[in-house]
């Protein structure tokens, strides 16, 4: 069993910074696809920011594209997300998530979930 743990989410002003980072722990037994998704009240669960197992590549919802990034840690299967010119309709929960393959985070499938960090953004 894998655990993920976000930290990070605070509240902050329209045009701040943010840096939010999970950590993964419990039997890790591959590198794994890893990203980002988050949840308004009333709204879906929406991908931002996804990231290969292998390579690294990265993808991104157009809503954050140019401000927000996604990273591997210093140990594997640990994420951050550096997130600038943060605006109010960036405010959710944001959790981070694994899955074996890429297709199957984005499908989320077959995917761990985090518990999730709040971001506040303020007008």
């Known amino acids: 069993q894998v655990q993920l743990k976000e930290s990070g989410g605070d509240s902050v002003q329209a045009g701040g910074s943010l840096r939010l980072s999970c950590t993964m722990s419990g039997h890790i037994e591959r590198r794994y696809a890893m990203g980002w998704f988050r949840q308004a009240p009333g709204k879906d669960r929406e991908g931002v920011a996804t990231i290969y197992a292998i390579g690294d590549s990265t993808y991104y919802a157009d809503s954050v594209k140019g401000r927000f990034t996604i990273s591997r840690g210093n140990t594997q299967n640990t994420i951050d997300l550096q997130m600038n010119s943060l605006k109010p309709e960036d405010t959710a929960v944001y959790y981070c998530?694994?899955?074996?393959?890429?297709?199957?985070?984005?499908?989320?499938?077959?995917?761990?979930w985090g518990q999730g960090t709040q971001v506040t953004v303020s007008s």
């Open positions: 998530a694994a899955a074996p393959t890429w297709v199957e985070l984005v499908r989320k499938s077959n995917t761990y």
